[in-house]
T-cell receptor, first 112, second 113 residues
Framework: DTAVSQTPKYLVTQMGNDKSIKCEQN?????MYWYKQDSKKFLKIMFS???????INETVPNRFSPKSPDKAHLNLHINSLELGDSAVYFC???????????FGEGSRLTVL | DQQVKQNSPSLSVQEGRISILNCDYT??????FLWYKKYPAEGPTFLIS???IKDKNEDGRFTVFLNKSAKHLSLHIVPSQPGDSAVYFC????????????WGLGTSLAVNP
């Protein structure tokens, strides 16, 4: 039973396309996150939602739009994909009070 | 400007010996520190943490030490095992910024049999 699951695991697409990555957690956590790990392996937070409310919104292009339909789900939609969007995107969840994040396996996005 | 620095990108240790991974930080508003372990093609996994009010936390073979005056923490693994070979990330929680975690770049540990 996967605690934090994200789909798809691999995504290859052309520049200019729109794509979504979905994330679900079954840990009962109140906070969910999207991280981007770039080619230099740096983990950088993009968004964080606490009880469906956006609490962290880093300097990310408007082409990236998170959507949290409920506390257990946080999806990431990306419009007009660019080459520089190629990276591994990690979803994570936690209880805001503890700060211990549980990560999904990552979704490797390749933009051609 | 990196607020959390792991200055050693890689470390190689013999099985059975001690592994020491270091992490330095600059922000005095950090109130909680965490270590994560990451295998290839997997997400990071929480390993151990320490509150800023403590100087040591131990969990089995893993011990984290915090030196607040030096703004330095370290993760000790003893004895090291080949299965410990992974990338280790240090992260610090910013109490003044929505409890956001700030991450280091990671140290790749190789434990040789």
């Amino acid at each position: 039973d996967t605690a934090v699951s994200q789909t798809p695991k691999y995504l290859v697409t052309q520049m200019g396309n729109d794509k979504s990555i979905k994330c679900e957690q079954n840990l009962g956590h109140d906070t969910m996150y999207w991280y981007k790990q770039d080619s230099k392996k740096f983990l950088k937070i993009m968004f964080s939602y606490n009880n469906k409310e956006l609490i962290i919104n880093e300097t990310v292009p408007n082409r990236f739009s998170p959507k949290s339909p409920d506390k257990a789900h946080l999806n990431l939609h990306i419009n007009s994909l660019e080459l520089g969007d190629s990276a591994v995107y990690f979803c994570a969840s936690s209880l805001l009070s503890t700060g211990e994040l549980f990560f999904g396996e990552g979704s490797r996005l390749t933009v051609l | 400007d990196q607020q959390v620095k792991q200055n050693s990108p890689s470390l190689s240790v013999q099985e059975g010996r001690i592994s020491i991974l270091n992490c330095d930080y600059t922000n005095s508003m950090f109130d909680y520190f965490l270590w994560y372990k990451k295998y290839p093609a997997e997400g990071p996994t929480f390993l151990i943490s320490i509150s800023s009010i403590k100087d040591k936390n131990e969990d089995g073979r893993f011990t984290v030490f915090l030196n607040k005056s030096a703004k330095h923490l370290s993760l000790h693994i003893v004895p090291s095992q080949p299965g410990d070979s992974a990338v280790y990330f240090c992260a610090a929680r910013d109490a003044g910024n929505n409890r956001k975690l700030i991450w280091g770049l990671g140290t790749s540990l190789a434990v040789n049999p």
